[in-house]
């Protein structure tokens, strides 16, 4: 396990600040980067952007909105055994903002 900071320094430096990003769920501007819930956290696609009200909504309910798991699979397959090049953080880019996309 890495601890806390260790891991959102990792996301940072990877995925850039959440607050650059839309929350995953209400689209507004993101605060923090949220773990998806029934992953580890080790890995920098276990998290998405989310606003303070929609990370502390998902982190409460735990049943609420989540990715599906096809989502995460596709997360997984594009993740797998791969460094984090300058083009594959454009990749996840602009992924997250199809995604945001769709949200709204
Ligand atoms: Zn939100």
New binding site residues.
């Given amino acids: 396990m890495t601890d806390y900071d260790t891991r959102h320094l990792r996301i940072k430096r990877t995925r850039g600040l959440a607050a650059e990003q839309v929350?995953?769920?209400?689209?507004?501007q993101?605060n923090e980067w949220s773990q998806i819930h029934g992953t580890d956290g080790e890995d920098v696609m276990h998290y998405v952007p989310?606003?303070y009200?929609?990370?502390k909504v998902y982190d409460q309910t735990n049943v609420g909105r989540r990715l599906s798991s096809q989502t995460i699979e596709k997360l997984r397959a594009a993740n797998i055994g791969r460094k984090h090049t300058p083009e594959t953080i454009e990749k996840i880019r602009v992924g997250n903002r199809a995604f945001k996309a769709r949200q709204q």
């Fill in positions: 929350c995953a769920d209400c689209g507004n993101a989310r606003c009200s929609c990370h």
